[in-house]
């Protein structure tokens, strides 16, 4: 069984800090891509960040760059999100996925996903 579990979300002023951490079971975590997504209540999931199977190539979406950090440890088959500098618009419900090397950094191959952690940022 494939298991996605998210964990760090909360609520936060803006400005502040969270860190998101997921775990990986059943899958070859060092074989698969990984991503964060994030869905707000009545707007469409979309790409926070992806990293690559060894963590050595990364993108983000142009609203979260220079102010989130993606990143994984292979050995502990963890996904992190360290997320700095936030907005109320980065409220929504964030979710670990993991996808096929080939397409890496296209979103739409993403084909595992959690449960997803709760973000909320006040202004």
């Known amino acids: 069984q494939v298991q996605l579990v998210e964990s760090g979300g909360g609520s936060v002023q803006a400005g502040g800090s969270l860190r998101l951490s997921c775990a990986a079971s059943?899958?070859?975590?060092?074989?698969?891509?990984m991503g964060w997504f994030r869905q707000a209540p009545g707007k469409e999931r979309e790409m926070v960040a992806l990293?690559?199977?060894?963590?050595?190539?990364?993108t983000y979406a142009d609203s979260v760059k220079g102010r989130f950090t993606i990143s994984r440890d292979n050995a502990k088959n963890t996904l992190d999100l360290q997320m700095n500098s936030l907005k109320p618009e980065d409220t929504a419900m964030y979710y670990c996925a993991a996808g096929p090397v080939v397409g890496c950094f296209v979103p739409g191959n993403y084909n595992y996903w959690g449960q997803g952690t709760q973000v909320t940022v006040s202004s």
């Open positions: 990293i690559s199977t060894t963590g050595s190539r990364t």
């Open positions: 059943g899958v070859t975590f060092s074989t698969v891509c």
